[in-house]
T-cell receptor, first 113, second 116 residues
Framework: GENVEQHPSTLSVQEGDSAVIKCTYS??????FPWYKQELGKRPQLIID?????GEKKDQRIAVTLNKTAKHFSLHITETQPEDSAVYFC????????????FGTGTSLTVIP | DTEVTQTPKHLVMGMTNKKSLKCEQH?????MYWYKQKAKKPPELMFV???????INESVPSRFSPECPNSSLLNLHLHALQPEDSALYLC???????????????FGDGTRLSIL
């Protein structure tokens, strides 16, 4: 099955700086890659996603890039704010696996004011 | 404005009790999921229902029993749980488009379960 690795496990940045979280996947058939933000005690919330037919997607301060050849994708957050502090999970999904999503191990992001 | 509603929000039960977790969505999604999540760990898939049929069972112990009465409802029946089953139980749903990409999952707020 698919294996998703995520790095780093923890990340601290100063407010206003950028943060980058990277994930790699093992199955070249994976074609959909969502990113979730989970604040303490709350549900995971989809913040951005990318499909394998595009290389980059941006939504205001958040962007995701995908390199299919290298089988990795990254989350980029610019101009970080304290409210960006949360645990971020990447995931990969293959159409023909019964709608199964494979999650990375998570990155705990702290934005220092 | 959670689109996936889970009840109860908190549940404390003894190891001999029987209880049920409930999940409801009205977005017309045809895939529904149960996940177990421990603190600061990723959600761990338990079950997937696709078009009201169980499509994935990730070797979950039989003390957890899922049920999908209709396309909007998903239940998780609990019996004789162990202390290590204490966790946040998340329900999610997603649309299913065959011959296309998988669609994003929408999570509920979860049920925080404590086993005494």
């Amino acid at each position: 099955g698919e294996n998703v690795e995520q790095h780093p496990s923890t990340l601290s940045v100063q407010e206003g700086d950028s943060a980058v979280i990277k994930c790699t996947y093992s199955d070249s058939a994976s074609n959909y890659f969502p990113w979730y933000k989970q604040e303490l005690g709350k549900r995971p919330q989809l913040i951005i996603d990318i499909r394998s037919n595009v290389g980059e997607k941006k939504d205001q301060r958040i962007a995701v890039t995908l390199n299919k050849t290298a089988k990795h994708f990254s989350l980029h957050i610019t101009e970080t704010q304290p409210e960006d502090s949360a645990v971020y999970f990447c995931a990969a999904s293959i159409l023909d696996t019964g709608n199964q999503f494979y999650f990375g191990t998570g990155t705990s992001l702290t934005v220092i004011p | 404005d959670t689109e996936v509603t889970q009840t109860p929000k908190h549940l404390v039960m003894g190891m001999t009790n029987k209880k049920s977790l409930k999940c409801e969505q009205h977005m017309g999604h045809r895939a529904m999921y149960w996940y177990k999540q421990k603190a600061k760990k990723p959600p761990e898939l338990m079950f997937v229902y696709s078009y009201e049929k169980l499509s994935i069972n990730e070797s979950v112990p039989s003390r957890f029993s899922p049920e999908c009465p209709n396309s909007s409802l998903l239940n998780l029946h609990l019996h004789a749980l162990q202390p290590e089953d204490s966790a946040l139980y998340l329900c999610a749903s997603s649309q299913v488009y065959r011959d296309s990409f998988n669609q994003p999952q929408h999570f509920g707020d979860g049920t925080r379960l404590s086993i005494l």
